[in-house]
């Protein structure tokens, strides 16, 4: 498993990371010993980065994430979590929500200020029962940018020169807001889920700023929520049934793919990783035959005649 700096910083992260929203019981439940069975896999595999943040599982994935990883040398893995989500115990709110099921009661209020920020890296901390943490993302700040900007990422530039966090960015669903951030601040990088794929390249832009910037990506979502992992009817796009339309592009995709013997799980992962700007692929995992599967396709050969038919449709 290769490592790849981060923008300008010290920080590393492997080529492989794990992507840690199913161990909060994203979709459905995952018990205490399976979600610590994925980390284990992931580490034999040589993953070394994993990701997490408050909004999954109202802190669930921090804490299994946190017990899971106790133990190991800190110095060889890279932990990134998340900001602008405070979580409020609250014995009356639903213990499933916003595609997260049987969580803790706890309500997330949105929150961008820099109090927020630091309250919510300190209980982060807690979770996860680490003295730091190495890369920090604003989450989410779809229809916050004023505050995301004017706030939450000062504060943690200041944390960042401090030396408390190793690095900044933003981890969003869409480009365009990103690549604002890109432009008007100094972040290290970008976690973008779902918008650079085999199926939706509107982050290419984004992805080709960040190349010149010197601002690394973080590629998210690579199969968009399930279509492109197991195109049928019934498959998911955005966490959402995929029309038919959607269907039918990933269905040829799929043939064009088998044509040469290469699963199409393995050219969503490669296509992802291959733009010059990615530092690393993240990919969820809910038991460890999964992650098993996601290390081998990560080093899976993809011919040139492959891409080239790929890149023509």
Not at 119 to 132: C, F, H, I, T
Not at 152 to 172: D, F, K, S, T
Request: net charge negative; hydrophobic share 45%.
């Amino acid at each position: 498993m290769k490592w790849r700096v981060v923008g300008g910083t010290d920080v590393l992260v492997s080529e492989v990371g794990l992507g840690a929203a199913p161990l909060g019981n994203l979709g459905a439940p995952v018990d205490d010993e399976t979600a610590g069975a994925v980390v284990d896999a992931a580490w034999r595999a040589g993953i070394r980065y994993f990701d997490t943040a408050p909004h999954y599982g109202v802190g669930l994935s921090e804490s299994r994430l946190g017990d899971a990883l106790r133990g190991r040398p800190r110095t060889e893995f890279t932990v990134s979590t998340k900001v602008g989500r405070l979580l409020v115990d609250d014995p009356d709110a639903p213990t499933s929500g916003e595609g997260f099921v049987d969580t803790p009661a706890r309500r997330r209020v949105r929150d961008y200020s820099a109090d927020g920020v630091r309250r919510s890296l300190e209980a982060s901390l807690d979770r996860l029962g680490l003295d730091r943490i190495d890369i920090v993302l604003i989450h989410d700040p779809d229809e916050h940018w004023a505050e995301a900007v004017g706030a939450a990422y000062p504060a943690l530039a200041e944390l960042r020169a401090q030396g408390v966090i190793g690095a900044i960015g933003v981890g969003m669903n869409q480009s365009a807001m990103p690549a604002r951030f890109v432009a008007e601040t100094d972040l290290d990088c970008v976690m973008l889920a779902g918008r650079y794929t085999l199926l939706d390249r509107t982050g290419a832009d984004l992805l080709d700023l960040c190349a010149r910037r010197g601002v690394s990506v973080l590629g998210a979502g690579v199969y968009n929520s399930g279509l492109l992992a197991n195109p049928r009817p019934g498959a998911t796009y955005d966490y959402a049934p995929a029309d038919g339309d959607l269907l039918a592009r990933a269905l040829r995709l799929r043939d064009v793919c088998e044509a040469y013997d290469v699963p199409l799980r393995a050219a969503a992962l490669r296509f992802v990783a291959a733009h010059p700007a990615v530092a690393g692929i993240v990919v969820g995992a809910r038991d460890a035959a999964q992650i098993t599967d996601t290390v081998a396709l990560a080093a899976e050969r993809i011919p040139d005649e492959l891409w080239e038919e790929l890149a023509a449709l």
